[in-house]
């Protein structure tokens, strides 16, 4: 007599199943609630515009972004204010200064007396980037007119000006962390172009059009690792990466947001982070193309409200339209700490939003990120991861 395997019940298969899956989900629960545990993050400083204190903000204020230099000890920030400012870290952080005001712990200070030096820009700024090389001494920017322009921080002038975008709005500006240093840029009038730094008239080594409509491209980041790769965000909703050594086709395209690309950022050589107003964002393999994890809680829907990596400690920062900073683990979808900056904001009528981001990539128990804001405000954080005893 032959002996057959014992077949499971459909519905006790079922329930096996389902267990597993609950505990699985419970799991994930539970580290996810230890990630939740893993920070504690603290707002230490506010740097405002000390005539708007107590009543409207300018609308000139606006933040729109926020970058470490290399050495991540100088911060420059741009906006709607046609002003490139640039701070030392150092003293907007915690130390025995009597010239800081102190609110319940937190450093008040107004950007007159935070900021090192300004350098006036001749329009509004969308995107500033460090050039690599240069040990902070010039900077990249790019501006609602179109146009590319570079500072040299010492002198304080322009040194450097591209105008090949047809007078349309430039998103995006990087660098290339190759020798010879490349610079990009991405506009509204739907391409990306790379140029040659070494030459005064930024000779173009490459212009792409990544949709085939023309959408706008909107974010620009070269493999900050030192790879070929440079990655593109465009208004079509997808991301494409190209070769910088033969752009003719991308290597390849990440599809799955329901709307405009406005940031993308890499975490590492192949892991690359995407945000857009479609209101989440999103964790990619290059290598496959594929969607590894989406990250929701904050909301976004119609502004660029900035995105940064803290490659680390693996943690994703992003701004938000409801005036909220939200951290997200690269490992849970949902956000591990969120942040409410004035909820009524400075007017009383709750319309602020956080509109730039950016981590200082240092420490691995540390942390500190700055953000801005629609109201001209910046504030620092800082995160120290808990230390956990053994039981």
């Known amino acids: 007599m032959k002996n057959f395997p014992t077949k499971l019940h459909p519905h006790s298969h079922h329930h096996t199943q389902e ?31 000390g005539d708007n204190s107590f009543g409207t903000p300018a609308i000139s204020d606006a933040l729109g972004v926020i970058e470490f ?30 010239g800081q005001d102190h609110v319940r712990g937190i450093i008040c200070l107004d950007h007159a007396r935070a ?13 500033i980037r460090w050039k690599p090389g240069s040990y902070g001494g010039a ?17 304080r002038i322009p040194i450097f000006e591209r105008d ?47 949709s085939v409509g023309g959408s706008a491209v909107c974010c620009v980041e070269f493999n900050p690792f030192g790879g070929p790769i440079v990655a593109v965000g465009c208004a079509d909703r997808k991301v494409y990466g190209y070769d910088i050594r033969m752009t003719i086709g991308p290597v390849f395209v990440l599809d799955g947001h329901r709307k ?17 107003i479609d209101g989440c964002l999103k964790l990619w393999n290059s290598d496959s193309s594929n969607v590894i994890r989406s990250y ?11 995105l940064s990596v803290w490659r680390n400690g693996g943690l994703l920062g992003c701004g938000s339209e409801n005036n909220k900073v939200f951290v997200y683990d690269k490992r849970w979808g949902e956000p591990i700490w969120i942040h409410e900056s004035n909820p009524m904001g400075r007017d009383g009528c709750g319309s602020g939003l956080i509109s730039s981001v950016c981590w200082r990539q240092v420490e691995e128990d540390q942390c500190t990120l700055v953000t801005g804001g629609s109201d001209g405000d910046l504030q620092v954080f800082q995160g120290k991861r808990k230390a956990y005893i053994a039981s």
């Open 19 to 49: 267990s597993q899956n609950q505990e699985t989900e419970a799991i994930e629960e539970q580290q996810e609630e230890k990630a939740r545990c893993e920070w504690d993050f603290s707002l230490t400083t506010i740097v405002s515009s």
């Open 69 to 98: 230099d290399q050495t991540n000890s100088i911060i420059a920030t741009g906006g709607i204010a046609r002003k490139i400012r640039i701070y030392k870290l150092q003293s907007l952080l915690p130390h025995e200064n009597t």
């Open 115 to 127: 900021c090192e030096y300004y350098i006036c820009t001749p329009a509004k700024l969308s995107s």
């Open 139 to 155: 900077l990249g920017a790019g501006d609602y007119d179109g146009v590319v322009m570079e500072y040299d921080l010492e002198r």
């Open 164 to 210: 090949e975008h047809g007078g349309r709005r430039v998103w995006s500006v990087d660098y290339s962390h190759w020798d010879p240093v490349l610079g990009a840029s991405g506009s509204d009038d739907g391409t990306m172009q790379m140029w040659d730094t070494r030459c005064e008239s930024g000779q173009c080594v490459a212009t792409v059009q990544p």
């Open 260 to 276: 405009t690309v406005t940031y993308i950022k890499f975490l590492d050589n192949v892991t690359l982070v995407s945000a857009s």
């Open 296 to 306: 929701r809680g904050h909301v976004n829907n119609r502004n660029f409200v900035g």
